[in-house]
Nanobody
Framework: QVQLVESGGGLVQAGGSLRLSCAAS????????MGWFRQAPGKEREFVAA????????YYADSVKGRFTISRDNAKNTVYLQMNSLKPEDTAVYYC????????????????????WGQGTQVTVSS
């Protein structure tokens, strides 16, 4: 069992930055592929970024490529999402997720690949 707790959300002006963190419980964090998803009001949950168990492989949605960076610290059981050049359309609840199987990050776009989810953290970008 893995528990995920996101933090770092908030209100920021367009063009600003935020860094989200997701702390995981359990001793096997380094075995999981980790991902970030987001869900805006009235929209379906969408993939944002994923990182492989070792951190060697990352993958991003086209909408955030070049602006967002996913990283992980296996010693701290934490995955991060650095968000720069934020836009109003980035406003959403952001969720982190853990997938038990190891693989390339690009194989983890579908939310069904993930086994555990956090409760989410709100990110609001004002124009």
């Amino acid at each position: 069992q893995v528990q995920l707790v996101e933090s770092g959300g908030g209100l920021v002006q367009a063009g600003g930055s935020l860094r989200l963190s997701c702390a995981a419980s359990g001793r096997t964090f380094s075995s999981y592929t980790m991902g970030w998803f987001r869900q805006a009001p009235g929209k379906e949950r969408e993939f944002v970024a994923a990182i492989s168990w070792s951190g060697a492989s990352t993958y991003y949605a086209d909408s955030v490529k070049g602006r967002f960076t996913i990283s992980r610290d296996n010693a701290k059981n934490t995955v991060y999402l650095q968000m720069n050049s934020l836009k109003p359309e980035d406003t959403a609840v952001y969720y982190c997720a853990a997938g038990m199987a190891r693989g390339l990050a690009r194989q983890y776009v579908n939310p069904t690949r993930y086994d555990y989810w956090g409760q989410g953290t709100q990110v609001t970008v004002s124009s």
